[in-house]
């Protein structure tokens, strides 16, 4: 079993950063590819970002591209999510999710572990 627990949210004004980190327990952290989820209000919850077990593959929603940046530090169970030149839009709840395969996934129905969300708001 891996838990998983999220911070870093915030409100914050369009054009500022934050960086998002989501713990995880558990012994095989780096057999894990880990992702990063939002829910908007009244919108499904779509994919961020995801990463491989080793941190050597990201994958990135067309969205975030340039803005974003997932990265892992296997030595500290942690995965993080660095938000640059926010925008309004990316106002939702942010998950991480932990999946049981080395590459990562858009699908959320890949993933086998989530956090309890951390809130994310961006005023214009």
């Known amino acids: 079993q891996v838990q998983l627990v999220e911070s870093g949210g915030g409100l914050v004004q369009a054009g500022a950063s934050l960086n998002l980190s989501c713990a995880a327990s558990g012994r095989t952290f780096s057999h894990y590819a880990m992702g990063w989820f939002r829910q908007a209000p009244g919108k499904e919850r779509a994919f961020v970002a995801g990463i491989s077990g080793g941190g050597g593959t990201m994958i990135y929603e067309d969205s975030v591209k340039g803005r974003f940046a997932i990265s892992r530090d296997n030595a500290k169970n942690s995965v993080y999510l660095q938000m640059n030149s926010l925008k309004p839009e990316d106002t939702a709840v942010y998950y991480c999710?932990?999946?049981?395969?080395?590459?990562?996934?858009?699908?959320?129905?890949?993933?086998?572990?989530w956090g309890q969300g951390t809130q994310v708001t961006v005023s214009s």
């Open positions: 999710a932990g999946r049981s395969s080395y590459y990562a996934a858009r699908a959320g129905s890949g993933y086998d572990y």
